[in-house]
């Protein structure tokens, strides 16, 4: 059952945000069938019903920023939402470290928050995931992103249905990449490499609260 909350902001603007978090989840070009069907899913449900997956394009961070405004509060929620989506697979990519960069330009934000991500989340064609639990003194630099990622409000029911999908219900399992049938790299549990996995977690989780309680819809599918 769809929500009959009504949004505050219109069609274009959200179609807008939705093709801006596809954009960073597409930014790596690295994904598996069942990541191809979740976004397909998501685009066809929450984005454009009957349009066909493959002709959606990707959004410019000129056009979004026609849309979105510049420096206003809806540009600041959607580069919140964006870095979420960046880190929900705990890698955090040069490709997807350059588009967040350009959004930030485009939308009239600061970058400053992407320092703590470059320096701290693993660039995979660069080096292995560590294995090793970040200490308090590694995990501290990232409080200001963590607070600026708290903010985010979650006002728009397709909005927080995209968050609730995207971001995983539990920890990934750790898992093998292999090529060509050999083992390549080893990528331990989600919540071992991504120090700011318990941001997403919260979001997710304010997400799921928004829905059922404000928009009183059925959230048993996301859990």
Known sequence: MKSSVKSPYSNEQI????????????????????????????????????????????????????VLGKGTPLAENFLRTAVMVAIADGIYTKSEDNLLHQLCLALGE??????ALRHTLEHPEQSKPSTQVPTKLQVDPLNPLRKWLDGLDIPEPR???????????????????????????????MCKINPLYEQ???????????????????VSKYC
């Open 159 to 189: 909005v927080a249905r995209f968050l609730c999908k995207m971001i995983p219900s539990q920890c990934p399992f750790e898992r093998d990449i292999t090529l060509f049938g050999r083992k390549i790299v080893h990528i331990p549990p």
């Open 15 to 66: 179609s807008a945000w939705l093709r801006g978090l596809l954009t960073i989840a597409w930014a790596d070009g690295d994904f598996d069938v069942l990541e191809l069907e979740l976004i397909s899913s998501i685009t066809q449900e929450e984005l454009a019903p009957g349009m066909n997956f493959e002709s959606l394009g990707a959004i410019e961070p000129d056009e979004l920023a026609i």
């Open 200 to 218: 997403l977690v919260g979001l997710r989780f304010r997400a799921l609260s928004y829905l059922a309680d404000d928009c009183r819809e059925d």
């Open 110 to 115: 600061p970058d400053n928050v992407l320092e």
